[in-house]
């Protein structure tokens, strides 16, 4: 996966729930899914002020 982000962070301290956390305006990514399909996409602007106010950013 491929994500254009000013920051982010892959989290897996429990291999079974690993997931990946980001911040930017906005966070582009691409990547495949586990079934192999490809998926793309920008996150929205009004996403990233509430992850950004929720963390005091």
Do not use: C
């Amino acid at each position: 996966m491929i994500i254009d982000a000013e920051e982010a962070i892959y989290h897996r301290e429990n291999p079974n729930n690993t997931y990946i956390t980001a911040t930017g305006n906005p966070i582009k990514y691409d990547g495949i899914t586990e079934d192999g399909k490809p998926f793309s996409g920008n996150s929205k602007p009004a996403g990233i002020a509430a992850v950004q106010e929720k963390k005091g950013l």
